[in-house]
């Protein structure tokens, strides 16, 4: 279903007209562009987008049994991946999720992105805010480490917050979007840095030489950075 936009924004209604709970339409990472159900979902009405599911995988093959594993009487199926191992590919579809909904051209700027995949410490919960969600959640790390570990994961957010002088989640919520680009942006910025270093390695009258710098200058005079 979360594959099939027009039958998602269809459920989704019907689930946003029975209820006046808020609704969170939580999105499958196998599908190519993630923002497409999303967008479906939240034009049925839904308060948010939850991403991501888990990841289909195989998880491997017995070379004793010649079967796939784990096995229910010796036959299995395609489960989810979960996990510390699923986080970057979250990321990367929570800020894909973020620049729809909230970006310069953002279509639903009202509503909120709520985090899954691999989150087990503060710090991973600090990434998926800074890339654009208002709430984070764990399943995997809280079955291996224990509700515990939840008070650890604040501590270490917080942490987080107050190395950088932010006071709440929205002071630095949605902050690393901006600094993503095209390939042909980050070629062209690659060879702009170039030609300004090796302008700076260039000293081509006494004037130019600066006390302060005259040592670094130097250096960069024979220098192959």
């Keep these: 279903m979360g594959q099939d936009p027009e039958l998602l ?115 991973d919960a600090a990434q998926f805010i800074l890339l654009g969600a208002s709430t984070v959640q764990v399943c995997t790390g809280v079955m291996i480490h224990g509700y515990g570990h939840v008070k650890t994961m604040c501590d270490q957010l917080e942490a987080f917050m107050g190395k950088h002088g932010f006071e709440t989640i929205e002071a630095f919520r949605g902050h690393a979007l901006q600094y993503f680009s095209s390939h042909a942006d980050l070629v062209e910025r690659q060879r702009q840095a170039r030609e300004q270093k090796k302008q700076a390695r260039e000293i081509g009258k006494d004037a130019q030489w600066e006390c302060d710098r005259f040592v670094e200058q130097s250096d960069m005079l024979v220098s192959n950075k």
Aim: charge should be negative; charged fraction near 20%; aromatic fraction near 4%.
């Design 9 to 123: 924004e269809e459920i989704c209604a019907w689930v946003r007209g029975a209820t006046k709970l808020p609704v969170w339409a939580k999105m499958t990472p196998n599908i190519t562009h993630i923002t497409d159900p999303a967008r479906a979902s939240l034009a049925s009405g839904c308060d948010g987008i939850s991403a991501i599911n888990t990841i289909l995988s195989v998880m491997g093959v017995n070379l004793e049994t010649l079967r796939p594993e784990p096995t229910v009487e010796g036959y299995s199926l395609p489960g989810g991946y979960s996990g510390k191992a699923v986080r970057p590919i979250a990321l990367r579809m929570v800020m894909e999720l973020a620049g729809m909904m909230h970006g310069e051209q953002g279509a639903f700027p009202d509503r909120s992105i709520s985090a899954i995949g691999g989150v087990e410490s503060g710090d």
